[in-house]
Every structure is written in structure tokens, then in C-alpha cells.
């Protein structure tokens, strides 16, 4: 009897082990790659005519974004509203413009922010040819939406922002507003995520900006797994680089204000500011692996005292 009781114990944990990790897979997923994929294709279509600020495909690419956070069940930052509308005027001429912004509360730091940012415009229409911007940058999007996926299911220690900003391709302009407008006070945003070019690499390296004017970010960095074939390299942001990134998206308006950043980006390919740079081009197993190892990233600097 004693030893037909343990075989049965031995089966009703085994059985239980393999149902909970069953479970796991089933409700908490990192997040959908194929949505992944989806979306960076969709943004990435001649449908929205190259997503360029103030045309109508970057009118239909905001409301994209919109529809998507709402889908996802990401809060408005704003009441009822995840709109943040502002205009500028460059080269003599007017632009109407909105960043799209959205929030997930934290558990144990409500009223502290990480903000998670990609730039929904591109290059629009030029000389009659689309310039699409698959990887510039439908693919920071795309991942903003696998953020909110996987929040859906894992409850971040602090705030997120995710924000989708308008005019980075004409001088920074809805990062350069965020901050220099805070609905929330610039003391209350803790760190930058920055995310410009992730979804192709011919050496499959994504770069983590920003550990050479933060040092702590260089353990954080380091001690990252990392799948089979993928380099997390860290550079572009001081020393004998050709070219340095500090200043080249939108992390660096919160880097002038003192807001500690990491841009995650990768070298430019033959197809930058191309009407090439299509889907067809994008590397989707590089591009999958890097959200996840951006998101990694964020699990570490969620757990820290920032």
C-alpha cells in the first residue's frame, strides 16, 4: 500500500508540474511573435503612404497605434485621450502633429515612470516612390504592442509609458514636445527605452545605447542571456565610434533633462532612408529575438532602485 500511495503521489505532482507550466504557456506568454510580425507589416504597407508627419498615412498610422493600445488594454496617459497634439514649423513650413501615449500602472511604484518610446513616422512619399520604413521604424512600434502584450499578463514593479512619437524624422519634434511639456513632472520619469531600428542586422547585433554616460547600466547590459546566434553589444555613445547615438532618436531629449536612457538600435544597412527598406527585408527571427532581450532588459531595470 505504502509504496502504490507514493507512485500515486509521484504521478499527481508530475501531472501537476507539467499542467502548471502548460498553464504558463497558455496565460502568461512573453508575447505573440506572430502579432509581431503582423504589425511591423501592416505599419510597413504602402497604405499609409511612408507614415510621414501631418499626411494622411501618418494620420491613418497614429490612428493605427490608437486602435492597437486600445485593443490591448492600455490606458489613455491622458483622460479618455491618448493624444498629445502639437504643431511646429520647419524650413518654412507648418506641421500639425500628436504623439500617442499610453500607461500601464505599477505595483509598488505607481508615481514613477519608465518610459518605453518608438517613432511611429517615416520618410512619407518622395519623387513618386514610398519610402515604407519597415525597420525605421515599424519595428520599434511593433514592439511597443508586444510590450503591452506581455503586461497584460506580468504586473511591472513601476509605471510604463509607451510612446508612440510623431516627428522624429523632422528633428526629434514629439520627444523634444513630451518633454519640454510634461503632464507629469520630469522628476517622476526614472529612465528612457528607446527603441529605432530593431528588426534586422547582417552581423545579428542590436546596441544598447547609453551605458558610457550611465555606468550602472553596463552590469545591467552585461549580465544579459542572450539567444543562440544574437550580440547585445554595447557602443555608438562615446570613444572611437564613427558614429555616436546619443543624440540621434528620441532618447535624447530625456538625456538632456538627466533622465538615464537606453537606445537600442542597430547599425545602418543598405536600405536606410530607402524606399527598399520593406517587410521583405526585415530579418523576423532577429527581430523576434531582439524584443525579447529588450524586454529582458526591462525586467532587470524594473527590479532596481532607480
Known amino acids: 500500500m505504502n509504496k502504490l500511495f507514493c507512485l500515486i503521489v509521484i504521478c499527481f505532482l508530475s501531472f501537476s508540474n507539467v499542467f502548471a507550466q502548460a498553464k504558463s504557456e497558455i496565460y502568461e506568454p512573453s508575447f505573440f511573435e506572430e502579432t509581431l510580425l503582423k504589425n511591423i507589416e501592416n505599419l510597413s504597407a504602402d497604405a499609409f503612404e511612408g507614415r510621414r508627419t501631418g499626411t494622411r498615412g501618418g494620420i491613418k498610422a497614429r490612428k493605427y497605434v490608437i486602435n492597437e493600445f486600445y485593443k ?11 493624444e498629445q497634439p502639437f504643431t511646429f514649423t520647419l524650413d518654412g ?3 500639425e502633429a500628436s504623439n500617442v501615449l499610453g500607461v500601464i500602472k505599477g505595483e509598488k511604484y505607481p508615481d514613477k515612470y519608465i518610459v518605453i518610446s518608438a517613432h511611429y513616422d517615416h520618410e512619407g512619399i518622395k519623387h513618386g516612390e514610398i519610402y515604407n520604413g519597415a525597420d525605421d521604424n515599424a519595428s520599434g512600434v511593433g514592439a511597443l504592442f508586444s510590450f503591452a502584450e506581455y503586461y497584460q499578463y506580468h504586473s511591472p514593479k513601476y509605471s510604463i509609458i509607451l510612446a508612440a512619437f510623431d516627428a522624429e524624422e523632422l528633428g526629434l519634434q514629439g520627444s523634444k514636445y513630451f518633454v519640454n511639456n510634461p503632464k507629469i513632472p520630469l522628476k517622476d520619469i526614472v529612465f528612457n527605452i528607446n527603441m529605432d531600428m530593431i528588426s534586422r542586422s547582417k552581423n545579428n547585433e542590436l546596441f544598447a545605447v547609453g551605458a ?3 555606468p550602472f547600466l553596463k552590469s545591467v547590459i552585461k549580465g544579459m542571456e542572450t539567444p543562440n546566434n544574437f550580440k547585445l553589444s554595447m557602443g555608438h555613445d562615446q570613444g572611437n565610434w564613427k558614429e555616436d547615438w546619443t543624440h540621434s532618436s528620441d532618447h535624447a531629449p530625456f538625456h538632456k533633462q538627466g533622465i538615464p536612457f537606453i537606445y537600442f538600435g542597430v ?4 536600405d536606410y532612408h530607402e524606399p527598399t527598406d520593406d517587410y521583405e527585408n526585415i530579418q523576423p527571427v532577429f527581430y523576434s529575438n531582439a524584443v525579447k532581450v529588450i524586454i529582458s532588459v526591462f525586467e532587470k ?4 532602485s532607480l
Open 301 to 304: 531595470l524594473d527590479s532596481l
Open 212 to 214: 558610457a554616460h550611465y
Open 93 to 95: 513650413k507648418y506641421y
Open 72 to 82: 490591448l488594454g492600455v490606458q489613455p496617459l491622458f483622460k479618455r485621450n491618448y
Open 267 to 270: 547599425e545602418d544597412h543598405s
